[in-house]
């Protein structure tokens, strides 16, 4: 059987959430560090890999690449409890990994990429300033939910929620207060407690 490779960047929470899903489902895999502040996803090398020039990168196999964060988590969580087969239960996932790359990871991830990683809070202040009100919005649709849920969908921990938990418990480091968000906090609590749990900057 083929080993997984995963082409990751430690610190990206995008990276993350396939880190996390392996080793909680128990699967082997290989992980290739590929520093994106250095341009090492935009050689001709890696772009052969992924055109986007982007990671996560997931090497199937051989040739085989898979491209996209939350493809990547529903191609890996198909037949494990972490996918729900129920129709309806399997769309909600769907909805909330949507919800995640349009409404949440653009400005919570974005801001702390510009003030954790790159260091450069001063430089971009007003590109940090416009993310801060589309940010909130969504840690506020999230806490309305998880004030009546223990997880996104179901009731069951699923990759909509490592999917949301990647870069909402490191908001912080993006400039977000998350101490007005009590069910929020209390559902970190509760993926940080699962099975399998290693944290952001484990490899």
Request: proline share 4%; hydrophobic share 40%; aromatic share 12%.
């Amino acid at each position: 059987m083929e080993i997984l490779r995963l082409y990751d960047f430690l610190p990206s929470g995008n990276g993350y959430k396939i880190r996390l899903l392996l080793t909680q489902i128990g699967m082997p895999f290989e992980r290739i560090e590929v520093n994106i502040t250095k341009g090492e996803t935009r050689t001709p090398e890696f772009l052969s890999k992924n055109p986007h020039g982007k990671i996560p990168l997931l090497e199937i196999e051989p040739g085989k690449y898979l491209s996209e964060s939350n493809a990547i988590l529903v191609y890996l969580s198909e037949g494990t409890e972490f996918l729900p087969y129920d129709r309806f239960l399997r769309a909600q996932v769907m909805q909330w990994l949507f919800f995640e790359q349009s409404s949440h990871e653009p400005f919570i991830a974005t801001s702390r990429y510009l003030i954790s990683i790159l260091g450069k809070a001063e430089e971009y202040q007003e590109a940090i300033k416009q993310r801060r009100e589309p940010g909130y919005a969504a840690l506020k649709l999230m806490e309305k939910h998880l004030s009546a849920n223990q997880f996104f969908v179901g009731e069951r921990y699923t990759i909509a929620d490592i999917a949301l938990f990647a870069y909402t418990h490191v908001a912080n480091e993006g400039g977000f207060d998350l101490t007005q968000f009590s069910a929020i906090q209390a559902w970190i609590e509760r993926v940080k407690s699962q099975s399998g749990y290693i944290s952001i900057n484990q490899e």
